[in-house]
């Protein structure tokens, strides 16, 4: 691999606040966006990834405002992903300060919604978020995963593979891969539905759902994962980016060392 493993923090936010559960229930809080999103930039991760996780299903755009404060606080490049419905939603996020837009829900009604924002911004500005679960009792798909929508809450019967590969075809850039069923159980990425994915796409992935401790980041990356996406081990101090680097650069693989910016910064909640 010559590329640098990206390691990416998430920022599941729900009304302002950045929260966290399991397989996207019983949701606690876990702090200011703002605020984890500087201290994840001084701690040296590469991106973020900032999810407004009910902006679907209650209908709504995402909240700009918060997007907009958040990034003004960090220098890294900035996901955004909830509630983007059309060409004009994302326009919207990237004046707002996205430099990435994340669809989901509204592609899966109309898969012509990838092409145009593809056409119009380019395949680097657009990342497909894939919520995928081994298909349930009485569903079946080719691959056995199942593509799900509204944070998980509802299924479609759409094959995940099949999906993705078309989505790439389209114009998506790069693939999110979210497990549901590992989704905050912090009992490791789902490395075979990974390795399935990696071997139907050639856009970059970004593997996330279930991160537990370091040692679940490098089979990740080795099952194809591009990248490894984390929320509850960061937000609640488990982990920090440098111990997840450090266990990527012990496995082999290349990580981006963080700029120096001086200082420090305190993590949220923690005296100063």
């Given at each position: 691999?010559?590329?640098?493993?990206?390691?990416?923090?998430?920022?599941?936010?729900?009304?302002?606040?950045?929260?966290?559960?399991?397989?996207?229930?019983?949701?606690?809080?876990?702090?200011?966006?703002?605020?984890?999103?500087?201290?994840?930039?001084?701690?040296?991760?590469?991106?973020?990834?900032?999810?407004?996780?009910?902006?679907?299903?209650?209908?709504?755009?995402?909240t700009y405002d918060v997007v907009e404060r958040t990034a003004g606080e960090v220098f890294i490049p900035l996901t955004v992903g909830g509630g983007v419905r059309s060409v004009g939603d994302v326009d919207r996020l990237l004046r707002a300060g996205a430099d990435k837009v994340g669809v989901?829900?509204?592609?899966?009604?109309?898969?012509?919604?990838?092409?145009?924002?593809?056409?119009?911004?380019?395949?680097?500005?657009?990342?497909?978020?894939?919520?995928?679960?081994?298909?349930?009792?009485?569903?079946?798909?080719?691959?056995?995963?199942?593509?799900?929508?509204?944070?998980?809450?509802?299924?479609?019967?759409?094959?995940?593979?099949?999906?993705?590969?078309?989505?790439?075809?389209?114009?998506?850039?790069?693939?999110?891969?979210?497990?549901?069923?590992?989704?905050?159980?912090?009992?490791?990425?789902?490395?075979?539905?990974?390795?399935?994915?990696?071997?139907?796409?050639?856009?970059?992935?970004?593997?996330?759902?279930?991160?537990?401790?370091?040692?679940?980041?490098?089979?990740?990356?080795?099952?194809?994962?591009?990248?490894?996406?984390?929320?509850?081990?960061?937000?609640?101090?488990?982990?920090?980016?440098?111990?997840?680097?450090?266990?990527?650069?012990?496995?082999?693989?290349?990580?981006?060392?963080?700029?120096?910016?001086?200082?420090?910064?305190?993590?949220?909640?923690?005296?100063?």
């Amino acid at each position: 691999m010559s590329l640098s493993v990206r390691v990416i923090p998430c920022l599941d936010v729900d009304r302002g606040r950045v929260v966290k559960g399991v397989n996207f229930a019983d949701l606690r809080d876990a702090g200011d966006p703002v605020a984890l999103a500087r201290l994840y930039d001084a701690e040296g991760a590469d991106e973020l990834v900032f999810l407004d996780i009910t902006a679907s299903a209650q209908d709504r755009s995402t909240t700009y405002d918060v997007v907009e404060r958040t990034a003004g606080e960090v220098f890294i490049p900035l996901t955004v992903g909830g509630g983007v419905r059309s060409v004009g939603d994302v326009d919207r996020l990237l004046r707002a300060g996205a430099d990435k837009v994340g669809v989901n829900t509204a592609a899966l009604q109309r898969p012509e919604l990838i092409a145009e924002i593809a056409d119009r911004f380019g395949a680097q500005v657009l990342v497909l978020s894939v919520d995928a679960r081994r298909t349930p009792t009485g569903v079946s798909t080719p691959s056995g995963f199942e593509v799900t929508t509204h944070g998980g809450r509802r299924g479609t019967g759409i094959d995940a593979l099949a999906w993705a590969e078309r989505a790439a075809r389209l114009g998506a850039g790069e693939i999110l891969l979210n497990s549901m069923d590992a989704d905050g159980t912090g009992q490791g990425y789902d490395l075979a539905m990974i390795a399935a994915l990696r071997g139907v796409v050639a856009v970059p992935v970004v593997a996330s759902g279930g991160a537990g401790t370091a040692a679940d980041f490098p089979p990740a990356v080795a099952a194809g994962a591009d990248a490894v996406l984390a929320a509850s081990v960061f937000h609640f101090g488990t982990l920090r980016i440098g111990q997840v680097k450090a266990a990527l650069t012990a496995a082999g693989y290349p990580v981006r060392t963080p700029c120096s910016r001086g200082g420090s910064v305190t993590p949220p909640g923690e005296p100063g």
